[in-house]
């Protein structure tokens, strides 16, 4: 199934509100999206959208370039072929997802079967998701998890670090309260807070109330200590390009749960990579 377009656009997703962090504001994105087709009329389509002001993603400019560069590349040869071969033009994270879901949307419609079966048979369509609150109010905090829970939500994620410890306290009560016994809250520092921090609003607002906190503070080394202190599990954000850079982190930061994008990972064929190395570790 040889490619016969392969072309680059650019997206753009406006927000209706930023998201307050304690890593900063996180507000409209930018991104690019790539488009590939066959003689048979066949279509694939795959797009990254990097996270303005993180250093560790790739700026929009180097990642439409590089596509760009891939797409040029890529007109007259096969598709399955592009897709065994694409860790050997070294694209970054963003791009390599893109590029990547775009190959594996193409072969999945070719092969006339939903795009989750195709990477993995027998996977089911149903993606598990949490709400994500970042008001400062507590009574919105309140109302706005009431609205998830009452639209099926089973998870909650309060995002903390950005206003003072008292004040998280007051919101995270709200949270749970509006929560009730049969969804899990859990909070998300963005690495904002220190040891001390963590334990004083867990102490102050009991362990029994958050499912996890996700990097609690900037470094991963204290994540066991936190985790000990506070009775609380404790969630990475990891950014893996290999399961064994993930292998490790779990075992220097002693975390319990890893929160795995698939775009800054490089594609969701290393996310289930990750899933099958840890599963046999």
């Known amino acids: 199934m040889k490619i016969t377009e392969a072309t680059i656009a650019s997206t753009e997703l406006r927000m209706t509100e930023s998201i307050a ?82 190959l594996s949307d193409l072969q999945s419609r070719a092969a006339g079967i939903p795009l989750h079966q195709w990477l993995r048979a027998g996977s089911t369509p149903l993606v598990r998701v949490n709400a994500l609150v970042t008001s400062a109010a507590p009574a919105d905090v309140h109302a706005t998890v009431l609205r998830a829970v009452d639209a099926g939500m089973r998870a909650v994620k309060l995002k903390v670090g950005v206003l003072e410890p008292a004040r998280d306290v007051t919101r995270i009560i709200a949270a749970s309260e509006a929560a009730g016994p049969d969804v899990e809250l859990r909070l998300d520092a963005n690495g904002s807070w220190t040891p001390e921090q963590a334990a004083h609003v867990v102490g102050r607002v009991g362990q029994h109330r958050v499912g996890y906190i996700e990097d609690p503070t900037a470094d991963q080394t204290e994540f066991a200590s936190i985790a000990k202190s506070t009775g609380v599990p404790v969630a990475v954000d990891a950014d893996p390009v290999h399961a064994s850079d993930l292998l490790g982190l779990v075992e220097r930061s002693g975390v319990s749960v890893l929160v795995l994008k698939s775009a800054a990972a490089g594609g969701i064929d290393r996310i289930l990579d990750v899933a099958r190395s840890l599963g046999s570790s």
């Open 21 to 102: 962090t304690g890593a900063g504001n996180v507000g409209d994105r930018s991104g690019v999206r790539i488009r590939l087709g066959t003689e048979g009329g066949e279509v694939g389509v795959g797009e990254a959208a990097p996270i303005p002001g993180v250093p560790s993603t790739t700026g929009l400019e180097r990642l439409a370039h590089d596509m760009k560069a891939w797409c040029d590349r890529a007109v007259g040869h096969d598709a399955e072929e592009l897709l065994a071969s694409l860790d050997r033009h070294e694209l970054p994270p963003e791009a390599r997802f893109a590029v990547h879901t775009g």
